[in-house]
């Protein structure tokens, strides 16, 4: 069987949750939406994925044929025709969006700008694959929640029966996209006055039995977020600065790399590691922890860890798809899947 | 009676020491050094500071004269007419010169550049003024120690007797001085992979009751830093978002302002509002608190400052003056002596 | 006699202007306005500036009393006490403004904002100053273009007799202002699209007999704006570099100095230059050329110039009044007259 | 015939040349060279490019195996099986390694880091590939003069004839490397003091009829440089700003596209674009140039262009090395079968 997925938005979302899908063998994309003729749409005729419109109004359908591009009809038209929708729209239409979906039956996956209340589930690979299985509707988490799943998540179970784990993250966040010349500030760190931010309580959607407060500045930086984090840990955690690298490097999707041996002393040189390994957009999907900013002392963890804004949530749309469809139980073997098709997808 | 006051380096923190002394009624300044004769003499010059060499080879003073200044001889006599000597060298030679100081009787100030253990006595006036009183030789911490002290001293005070505080400090560095076009990075975070960072410890040399850590990243920004900082308080505290926000804003060198309602949302307005108040360089000796990014949830306080890294120490090394000479014992008495000096100096 | 002078607008180049007026011996302040009780109001107390209100309605007036600042009046009233008023307002109530100027009969002075299609007549110090005495009306033009007049009018008087000159301008421009946290683009050049920009031939309202085209782009830095400039020279215009240099450091409001040598390799440390020189803000109302930048080969003359945007004009705005009111026809009289009492304000 | 080419410098530049040239159905990489085992081997092991070693010596060799990579010889080796070797060695090293190739009997290409003085012959696809057909060794100008080449070779041709052209340049440079986070300046603009700048006049290496002059300046940018460009062209030039744009939009690696309408205001959304187009390292082999920044006004033509830096070279090697083997005599022939031996490289 395979499953047929639409994408709901085909921006920076969508377009890679797109081709992360269209990569899977277990899966293929049945159609992607625009809101009208534009530049995107070449993108979705030059990769091959059906055209529809976000809306149903013949005269919005009817401008994609006036621009060239062949739109095979509105968004109830698209529904008829999928197992799971992935909604990438730009936020704030969830609600109206999750009633269409669940009016046509379709499962639907919401991304972390859409609040843990619309969905009553939230999703990522590592901490409640098996959650989620079956269920009709789920969200993906944000960047930055994906970001502390993937390192907070494994470092919780090695202490899960020796008492809880506390965190405090500082999420340093970069204050523009890469495409986005508009946004400043150009020479000034912006504070989150929202104390503490949402980012890191938003991990407890998905696994509520880690503690964490975050707060979060902006800086003039367009390509990661950067996370300073602190773990208390039990006492008699049994821990060490080496079992926490190595359990690290033993899990998917977070990399871990020594920053001073290799010449990597900051997220331009963690990006262009990425631009080398050569994934579309110069995407990294891993998590990129410094092996030699992480200490252990007494009972309190530090580390460093930058996240790639746009990409690091696509492969956990994939896996998420598979969670509700059932299709795969064991989320590592899932993630297994969707990471061997992607890396297969681009030669390398 | 007048304190004889020496500077020894005219550089960024040392023109603005002169230029902070010259303006109390109770010191003088009897002499700046330069290693050679350069730009920053004029600067001297025009402020009346007798100039002398930091060494003492005669070629060296004779050089002064070739280029057209008047240059009243080696560090030994500026050491022979001088109370008291501020160590405003670019460090690493600062034991060094210590030994010149104590040889000659001499009072010194070391910077926060040089260590704790060269002196074994350190200083801000908040935390440890009297502790410095009538001692030979002390250090006047770094900008973010400084800053630190400033806000956190008066918490420690408000819950003293009902238990500890712990603080964990999240330091978001400017990684270039404003006047420096070679440091980068230009797109990038760069974490300090030493961890924890240096800069929240050495509040434990003023204040040893404050158990505090921090992490440090560096951002592409020149002109202030900005702490994220997160307090534990002791169970029964009994303070208030509010009784924290009242303190502060009764507190000396603190500025506590909403950046939502003044629509100061970054270390850019505050600059801006720097700018605006007329100090020389556009200085800001205060630690900015954002009110609106104060939040006391339980038994955790949140907030950010922002730290103006070239002035916040200035007016507390001419505290440190009158600690040593034992002229004011009383902290407050001369912080309202040094701000009003200065004020009136810039006639504001 | 003793000018009286109004400002209306008391913003970024409103409290400039006010400053430098209030600097002079030969003029007064008696008045500035601010559309609302806000931040800035403080500082034209502390000034001792009497405070206006923008509007005549009485319920905005009354607002100024509500948040505790006497308010004299509305604009109606300052307009009666003023021989001159400069206008500060943001741009495009210029047409508006000027008919309750000229109702009033009080002479009027307009910034680079307004298009000369509003005065009929421009102004800058050195360009033309004698065609000013007396008018009604004018505009001190923008920032880039008062730098343009600076450097360009005097040569072109050295080669006047032997033939025109022909400029090609590239302005490079900061993309926000220093307090302006908001605006970018973070990492990315943007071209200004409209060609030739109107930077350029803006010049030629004050010097039509310069023929000048220019280009701009934006890029991220908050600092100053770069001009790179391309003079062609009539044949046999007998100039030389060392001509073109002697001539510069001859001018007035022109700072020449070899960057190599004094380390001055960007506009970051022309900018730290004017925190040492001391004035209010970190200003430079001097136009600054990097004399190893400048190079004349057979015609063409090629030289860069830094500008600081928020005070090159400043002066310029001081000159105007003198020009306006007669009381001073040699520009380079009242130049000096302008300077020195700025320089003396600042004590430096 | 199979062209065997060898890559010397297996960096920023060799690598994509290495990826460009193995995209060929006319040629086959038949080695690289790396100085010592470090991160880079790996690319070229992924990649299947046999690894040699930079030196001969037997112990630098050796060192390869040592870190686990199967080396198979010195650069003689290498030598002695490549019909052509493209040095993308970091420069200096230029006339040493070309007394090597010469030895060894090979042809060369060096890149724009070398001057022309050392080759005597210099490159660009549109300006002389027929001058170079058949020659021993060669150099690729930089990416500014192959930027100005694509552009201002075609305006050449259209008023050949009628007259000679003569353009100014200002190049705003990024100031480092995306993957570069030691380098400034981040807030300033920093001239570059000998002027005029050598860019633009190394345009007439391959195209001499070309008078044209340039200037330069960097900008706190990682991404692209950008140039403004003022032509003057020819009385009785015959063109149109229509003319122009039609011409461009028929050159091949020039892209011409609205920026208002497309949303595309700086060199950020042009690198958008290309992330996009979906190249390896989200490279922009094309110069992009905005529809709507360019102008015709009598005789002169305004216009801006972008340049990525690392890649607008890449294809000219290809190129290249067809006019030295002479296996392809019309360059335009030449282009179009490496543009679409690249585009089907990456499946677009």
Redesign the interface.
């Known amino acids: 069987m395979t499953i047929k997925v639409a994408i709901n938005g085909f921006g920076t979302i969508g377009?890679r949750v797109a081709d992360a899908v269209d990569a899977q063998e277990d899966m293929e994309i049945v159609g992607v939406t625009k809101t009208s003729p534009s530049?995107g749409c070449q993108?979705a005729v030059?990769k091959g994925y059906p055209l529809y419109c976000t809306f149903d109004e013949e005269d919005k359908i009817a401008a994609f044929a006036g621009a060239g591009y062949v739109c095979k009809g509105g968004l109830s038209e698209l529904l008829s025709i999928c197992d799971v929708i992935v909604d990438c729209s730009p936020g704030k239409v969830g609600a109206e969006n999750l009633e269409k979906y669940q009016n046509a039956g379709v499962k639907s996956i919401f991304q972390g700008g859409e609040k843990h209340a619309l969905t009553g589930k939230s999703y990522t690979s590592s901490a409640n694959h098996i959650e989620n299985l079956g269920v009709n509707c789920t969200r993906v988490v944000s960047c930055n929640t994906t970001g502390l799943s993937r390192t907070l998540v494994p470092i919780y179970e090695l202490v899960q029966g020796k008492g809880s784990i506390s965190v405090?993250s500082?999420m340093?966040r970069?204050?523009?996209d890469?495409?986005?010349?508009?946004?400043?500030?150009?020479?000034?760190?912006?504070?989150v006055?929202k104390?503490?931010s949402h980012h890191g309580p938003d991990l407890m959607t998905v696994k509520p039995e880690i503690d964490i407060?975050s707060?979060a500045?902006a800086?003039?930086?367009?390509?990661?977020?950067?996370h300073?984090i602190?773990v208390n840990l039990p006492l008699g955690h049994g821990l060490s600065t080496e079992k926490v690298l190595e359990t690290w490097k033993n899990t998917q999707r977070v990399i871990v790399m020594n920053?001073?041996k290799?010449k990597i002393?900051?997220?331009?040189?963690v990006?262009?590691l990425a631009?080398?390994i050569?994934r579309?957009?110069?995407d990294l999907h891993e998590i990129f922890v410094?092996e030699?900013?992480?200490?252990l002392?007494d009972n309190?963890l530090?580390?460093?860890q930058?996240i790639h804004q746009e990409s690091d949530v696509i492969p956990e749309n994939v896996d998420a798809i598979r969670a509700m469809m059932e299709t795969e139980t064991d989320w590592k073997a899932s993630v297994e899947k969707t990471d061997r098709a992607i890396s297969a997808y681009y030669g390398?």
Chains 1, 2, 3, 4 share one sequence.
Do not use: C
Not at 182 to 188: D, F, L, R, T, V
Not at 219 to 226: D, S, Y
Not at 265 to 269: L, R
Not at 292 to 295: A, L, M, R
């Open positions: 377009k530049f993108l030059r405090n500082v340093i970069r204050a523009a890469p495409g986005d010349s508009s946004k400043g500030p150009i020479n000034a760190i912006k504070p006055l104390v503490p407060t707060l500045v800086v003039p930086t367009t390509i990661m977020h950067l300073a602190t920053g001073t290799n002393t900051s997220t331009a040189e990006m262009e631009r080398d050569g579309k957009w110069g410094w030699d900013g992480v200490s002392q309190t530090y580390y460093f930058a390398i």
